[in-house]
């Protein structure tokens, strides 16, 4: 579309956390009970024993982590599933659509193991996506100029060289802001809560439509 703002998304994360009913306390002291059974839910996505990080000797309950990751020499995206004693994450960066399926499996495995290994219910599900989107040829004061209404632009003095939003909805925030990592880009994190009962299949037809969206208000184009 000529009218539209090509750009380009130099860095992106997403994640997927789940929070439990209540913390697993039948792991305490042996979280091998979990890890075995981790290990065979994610190994079609490669995940490596050897890649493992135990994270359990702090005095707080809250700071101990197990995490499981692929190899470096993986090839991309980038995986990470993090088990806490009231939590379950799994963070992959650089997502691409066109691997949307395999990453929801690896989010519905992750979560289906869990509830098995821990015996306990889940509370809420939570997902995220944070991205740097970077334009090469129109200034980003100029994408976000459509966020600003006439009375904010009343508000101090000097040339206006940037402006965002944070949005709260029900269950749900927008964040547009200058990026600090890239050059004339923008940070965009999009959040939404769901009860245990949303299927990650509709979770992720809800993500894409508000990263479709936000490209439509911004008027942007390129590959999400």
Same mark, same amino acid.
């Given at each position: 579309m000529a009218d539209r703002t090509p750009v380009e998304i130099p860095f992106s994360q997403f994640e997927y956390t789940v929070t439990l009913g209540r913390p697993m306390l039948g792991l305490v002291g042996k979280f091998q009970d979990m890890v075995a059974p981790f290990m065979e839910a994610l190994a079609p996505w490669g995940f490596a024993f050897e890649e493992t990080e135990f994270q359990l000797a702090s005095a707080k309950p809250r700071d101990h982590a197990v995490t499981f990751q692929r190899p470096s020499t993986a090839p991309p995206p980038q995986m990470r599933v993090v088990v806490r004693?009231?939590?379950?994450?799994?963070?992959?960066?650089? $997502?691409?659509?066109?691997?949307?399926?395999?990453?929801?499996?690896?989010?519905?495995?992750?979560?289906?193991?869990?509830?098995?290994?821990? !015996?306990?219910?889940?509370?809420?599900?939570?997902?995220?996506?944070?991205?740097?989107?970077?334009?090469?040829?129109? $200034?980003?004061?100029?994408?976000? *100029?459509?966020?600003?209404? $006439?009375?904010?632009?009343?508000?101090?003095? *000097?040339?206006?060289?940037?402006?965002?939003? %944070?949005?709260?909805?029900? !269950?749900?925030?927008?964040?547009?802001? !200058?990026?600090?990592? =890239?050059? !004339?880009?923008? =940070?965009?994190? %999009?959040?939404?809560? =769901?009860?245990?009962?949303?299927?990650?299949?509709q979770i992720a037809e809800i993500l894409l439509r508000d990263e479709r969206k936000l490209w439509d208000v911004l008027g942007l184009e390129g590959e999400l």
């Open positions: 004693w009231s939590s379950l994450t799994v963070s992959v960066d650089q $997502p691409d659509w066109s691997g949307s399926e395999s990453i929801a499996r690896l989010c519905s495995t992750a979560l289906e193991t869990i509830v098995r290994v821990a !015996n306990v219910p889940v509370q809420s599900q939570q997902v995220s996506l944070n991205m740097h989107v970077q334009s090469k040829t129109t $200034p980003r004061s100029d994408l976000t *100029g459509v966020l600003l209404t $006439p009375q904010a632009r009343e508000l101090m003095d *000097g040339a206006i060289v940037g402006q965002g939003l %944070i949005l709260h909805r029900e !269950n749900a925030m927008i964040l547009i802001d !200058n990026s600090a990592a =890239f050059a !004339n880009g923008l =940070f965009v994190r %999009i959040q939404r809560t =769901f009860d245990n009962a949303a299927g990650i299949g």
